[in-house]
């Protein structure tokens, strides 16, 4: 898919551990989307983020889950002590800006997480 | 919300051509009309993306009304590897001044062999 890149691809949880997924976008693309879909659903998008900021973050859940796109390396989806609810698909898009209506997202092929 | 309404599912014969409707009634004047599918256990895929005139590549065309409130994807022959869900997507103005991408429920597409 156009380069996206994430990992791991399937992840199996615990409940009460933690889940951390990694985005690494195309090249020269700077813009990363994270959305969620849960089983037989549509995506749900969670936060929108730029090299080291959080521009925004409105479908993100208020406890439990945070997210972070450092100046070196992927961008970072972080769940803290898992719950059966959180299984789903999580899948990270990268664009180069947002300025331009005509910019195209492009998805990766998601990291599946299971929480037993 | 999203901005775009879509009928839930449709069906069409394969080695037919496949109309998708998207009704986009609140779009605005510098508003991209983006379509992207899904395949099962896959991250969505781009198909095409357009503005004003109708736009062709090499998987599908898009055929933009000349109001804008409303397009049509054409699969010009459906094949069954066109079984999917299609999505039709307008950006959305977020907080701080950014824009993002919602998603609706889109229509999934069967094809018949």
């Known amino acids: 898919n156009a380069g996206v890149m994430q990992n791991p691809r399937h992840l199996v949880r615990r409940r009460g551990q933690e889940a951390r997924l990694r985005c690494s976008p195309m090249?020269?693309?700077?813009?990363v989307y994270w959305y969620r879909q849960l089983p037989e659903e549509g995506l749900k998008f969670m936060v929108y983020l730029q090299k080291e900021n959080i521009i925004d973050e409105s479908g993100m859940p208020k406890e439990r889950f945070s997210a972070e796109f450092p100046k070196e390396g992927p961008s970072i989806l972080r769940i803290q002590q898992v719950v059966r609810g959180d299984s789903a698909a999580y899948f990270c898009?990268?664009?180069?800006?947002?300025?331009?209506?005509?910019?195209?997202?492009?998805f990766g092929e998601g990291s599946w997480l299971t929480v037993v | 919300d999203a901005k775009t309404t879509q009928p839930n599912s449709m069906e069409s014969n394969e080695e037919e051509p496949v109309h998708l409707p998207c009704n986009h009634s609140t779009i605005s004047g510098t508003d991209y009309i983006h379509w992207y599918r899904q395949l099962p256990s896959q991250g969505p895929e781009y198909v095409i993306h357009?503005?004003?005139s109708n736009v062709n590549n090499r998987m599908a065309s898009l055929a933009i009304a000349e109001d804008r409130k409303s397009s049509t994807l054409i699969l010009h022959r459906a094949t069954l590897r066109d079984a999917a869900v299609y999505y039709c997507i307008l950006r959305e103005h977020g907080d701080s001044g950014t824009y993002k991408y919602i998603f609706g429920t889109g229509t999934r597409l069967k094809v018949l062999a």
């Open positions: 357009g503005l004003t």
């Open positions: 898009a990268s664009s180069p800006g947002t300025a331009f209506s005509g910019n195209t997202i492009y």
């Open positions: 090249k020269g693309h700077s813009h």
